[in-house]
Every structure is written in C-alpha cells, then in structure tokens.
C-alpha cells in the first residue's frame, strides 16, 4: 500500500514560479513510476511528468517541457515538481500518483494504482 499527500499549490501570477511536493508513504522500490497529473475544469486529467523513484530521466507532457522539473528525494521520501514561467492555462488541480509495475515510464493515467487527494495551482493573468 502508498499513501500520496500532495502539497504547495496555490495562487500565482503569470509567469510566476511554484514548488510542489508529493509525500510517499510505504514501502517504495526503485523501479516505481512516480507521476503528476493534473486536471482543469470540464477537462479530463492529463499527464505532466514522470520519473523513477530509484531516478534516472525524467518524461515531460510536451506543454510543460522546459518549464517543469521533476524531481525526488529518497531520503524524505517525497517527489517534487518545479513549475517555472507558469501560464494561466497551467491552472487545474495537480495530482500525484504512482505506478507500481515494472515498464517504462508511462503517461498512462490508468496505468497509475495510488493517487493523492490533489492540490489546487490557479494562475492568474
């Protein structure tokens, strides 16, 4: 069992910077997929990034790539995303999750097992 306790949103203007932080609890191997999602009003949720828990490179929905960083932090157990040069169509409800099975990264929401209860991101413009 995971347990994912998101944290960081909030409300930011354009072109802004915010830091999220995913909290893991259980028992984390190095070959699982952590992922952020994310998921605006009236739309379906959407891949953001993704990386291994034992680390390596990262996969970046292309709408973020250059902006967003992906990271993580075995020894707190926790998985960050770094957002940079936020745009207003960056405003949804960001989740974390992850995949316990062993494949490449995916951008899959259904491929994700365990997932947070989501922190809100509104940008302003």
């Known amino acids: 069992q995971v347990q994912l306790v998101e944290s960081g949103g909030g409300l930011v203007q354009a072109g802004g910077s915010l830091r999220l932080s995913c909290a893991a609890s259980g028992r984390m191997m190095t070959w699982f997929d952590m992922g952020w999602f994310r998921q605006a009003p009236g739309k379906e949720r959407e891949f953001v990034a993704a990386i291994k828990w034992g680390g390596g490179s990262p996969l970046y929905a292309e709408s973020v790539n250059g902006r967003f960083t992906i990271s993580r932090d075995n020894g707190k157990n926790t998985v960050y995303l770094q957002m940079n040069s936020l745009k207003t169509e960056d405003t949804a409800v960001y989740y974390c999750?992850?995949?316990?099975?062993?494949?490449?990264?995916?951008?899959?929401?259904?491929?994700?097992?365990?997932w947070g209860q989501g922190t809100q991101v509104t940008v302003s413009s």
């Open positions: 999750a992850t995949d316990r099975t062993v494949d490449p990264l995916s951008r899959i929401v259904a491929a994700y097992e365990y």
